[in-house]
C-alpha cells in the first residue's frame, strides 16, 4: 500500500492543533476562540498558559483585555487537577 508521506504529516499536525484547541476550551471559562488563537501562539498545553505572563497573553489582539481572566481560568484548572479523589479544596 503506497501512502504519500506530505498528506500523512499535514493531516497529523492538523489533527495535533485540533486536538490542543479542544484539551484549551475544555477548561472552563476559555473559549473555543481563545484556544483556537493561544494554540496558534505556540501556547498549546495549560502548563505552556502557567508559564504565561499577563502581559504576553494581552499583546495577542484577540486576547487583550481579557488575559488576566484566561490566565484566571487556567490557574483554576490546574488547582483542580491536583487535587486527588475524594481530597477538598485548600481554602487560602
Known amino acids: 500500500m503506497d501512502i504519500e508521506p506530505e498528506v500523512v504529516v499535514l493531516k497529523g499536525?492538523?489533527?495535533?492543533?485540533?486536538?490542543a484547541v479542544g484539551l484549551l476550551a475544555a477548561i472552563p471559562g476559555i473559549s473555543r476562540e481563545h484556544a483556537d488563537v493561544l494554540v496558534h501562539h505556540g501556547l498549546t498545553r495549560l502548563e505552556d498558559l502557567l508559564q504565561a505572563d499577563v502581559s504576553d497573553l494581552a499583546e495577542i489582539p484577540e486576547v487583550g483585555e481579557q488575559a488576566a481572566a484566561v490566565l484566571d481560568a487556567a490557574r483554576a484548572e490546574a488547582a483542580r487537577r491536583t487535587l486527588k479523589v475524594g481530597e477538598a479544596p485548600v481554602s487560602s
Open 13 to 19: 499536525f492538523e489533527e495535533k492543533v485540533a486536538e
